[in-house]
């Protein structure tokens, strides 16, 4: 694995072509990366029902941007150039979060963990992206003024609660540190 990662836009593709299903790049804001890529932050995107998930992305009101959505079935679906940063992450620990992490989101809620086909997309995503990091968005999100008038907690952690949902049994909608294991397993056969 090299330190970088995949950072040329044909090697990019390439590692893409057999997890990414589909490319229906959305309408959402892309802009040049602020910084390089060093790792993927995972997220759910609080949607119920996989056509609505899908379709709100291309709502004029939809303020969010993953570049990859996986569905319930595994199906990939690319919503934006991977080679470009999207909103998805926000004021975080990471500064640039939204260039130095791709935003990967399960089309889940809170309440509904992850399928076993959308963890394997999500893992063999991962695999192909070959880059060190993996976080999940509440452990790096953070206040900021935009967010909360309440200065108090400016720079603090609880913003976010995906993609480890809210659960009353503590099951999470997907575990990072079982990602973290099966991508590291994954690149550890592929030599
Ligand atoms: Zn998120």
């Known amino acids: 694995m090299s330190a970088g990662g995949v950072n040329n836009q044909a090697a990019l593709l390439g590692k893409l072509e057999n997890v990414v299903h589909e490319r229906r790049h959305s309408k959402v804001l892309e802009s040049p990366l602020a910084v390089p890529r060093r790792g993927v932050m995972l997220h759910y995107d609080d949607s119920s029902r996989d056509d609505w998930a899908v379709e709100w992305f291309f709502d004029k009101r939809c303020k969010n941007g993953y570049t990859w959505l996986v569905l319930d079935d595994g ?24 260039s130095a992490f791709y935003g990967i989101a399960a089309a889940t809620n809170g309440l509904v963990p992850a399928t076993a086909a959308q963890l394997d997309s999500i893992v063999a995503l991962c695999a192909a992206l070959q880059l060190p990091t993996i ?21 603090r952690g609880g913003r976010k609660v995906d993609p480890t949902g809210v659960r009353e049994d503590g099951v999470p909608i997907i575990d990072i540190g079982v990602i973290r294991a099966r991508v590291a397993a994954t690149s550890r056969s592929v030599g």
């Open 75 to 98: 199906r990939v679906i690319e919503l934006a150039d991977p080679t470009k940063r999207t909103p998805h992450a926000g004021a975080c620990r990471t500064p640039n979060a939204n």
């Open 135 to 155: 976080v999940g968005h509440d452990s790096e999100a953070i206040w900021a003024p935009a967010n909360t008038r309440r200065a108090e907690l400016w720079g």
